[in-house]
């Protein structure tokens, strides 16, 4: 059987097959908001644990850089004593002041190379120990956002294993239902569909109104979306509108029927209250 060019369906087949869509599309929407904000939370648990990753990685650098400056250090502080021992030693050779004066002084050089290389040995050891309370710190913080995401991901897989296959369903229904529709109209439910607050691109005539954002439709317009001649939308919200019976729905009654069964109802009752007084008066008589 030839497939039907949707360009050719009629108007009327257009809405209906627009508003399944937009029920199936609606149902997918339900289904999502039963997991609520847990992919997100799962997300934002996954991306502070990536940088908390991230952030003992560079600690555990900067404590590993630490220790191989006080290696360095402790070697330099060592070829220094050394260097002290064998200038003392050649003070004891010395043959005149000149000598004695350049090997006090590089005794002494050497003596505060020691004593500054004891200093940035220090400071490394106070960072190390900063670092390492610094790594417990993130360590825990990371075994807690684990934990988190564990329990987190639990549940949002046990609500998608609940919803996998109806959704899986719905989304075939949407694919089959889009292929029936033209591109440009999709293209147009789509935008609006993007664009509300509700989701909603197509809705139908509630209580002489617009179903999506609830203002009042003329009379003669409301005929026209009766009519199914062509897509309509609202002047104000912008979403297509369709007849309520055309999409399923029981219409409501409306205000002005209401308004009208009241009063046809208080004229028989003042009829039949006058009819009353005119056969009373009739018996007196």
Aim: charge should be neutral; glycine fraction near 4%; proline fraction near 2%.
């Amino acid at each position: 059987m030839a497939k039907k060019d949707p360009q050719e369906m009629p108007v009327e087949e257009k809405l209906k097959t627009l508003y399944q869509l937009q029920s199936a599309l609606s149902a997918i929407d339900e289904k999502r908001a039963l997991r609520g904000e847990l992919p997100l939370e799962v997300q934002d648990l996954e991306d502070e644990i990536e940088g908390l990753t991230t952030r003992i990685a560079k600690i555990k650098t900067d404590i590993d850089e630490f220790q191989k400056a006080i290696v360095l250090k402790k070697g330099e502080i060592a070829d220094a004593e050394a260097s002290v021992a064998r200038y003392k030693g050649q003070l004891e050779e010395v043959k005149n002041n000149r000598e004695y004066d350049t090997l006090s002084k590089e005794i002494e050089f050497q003596t505060l190379e020691i004593e500054l290389c004891n200093k940035k040995i220090r400071e490394a050891e106070t960072r190390i120990k900063e670092k390492n309370f610094e790594l417990t710190e993130n360590e825990n913080v990371i075994k807690e956002r684990q934990a988190d995401l564990e329990v987190k991901r639990g549940e949002l897989d046990e609500i998608m294993a609940e919803t996998r296959a109806e959704e899986d369903k719905l989304k075939e229904k949407v694919k089959d239902l889009e292929a029936k529709i033209e591109y440009r109209l999709l293209t147009s439910f789509k935008r609006i569909r993007k664009n509300a607050r509700n989701g909603l691109g197509i809705v139908y005539v509630q209580r002489d109104a617009c179903g999506g954002c609830f203002n009042k439709i003329p009379p003669q317009r409301q005929l026209d979306i009766k009519m199914h001649k062509k897509i309509i939308v609202c002047e104000y919200c912008g979403r297509i509108m369709i007849d309520p019976e055309l999409a399923g729905i029981k219409p409501e009654k409306t205000h002005a029927a209401s308004e009208e069964k009241k009063t046809t109802r208080k004229r028989s009752i003042r009829k039949t209250s006058t009819s009353k007084k005119a056969t009373d008066a009739n018996d007196m008589e």
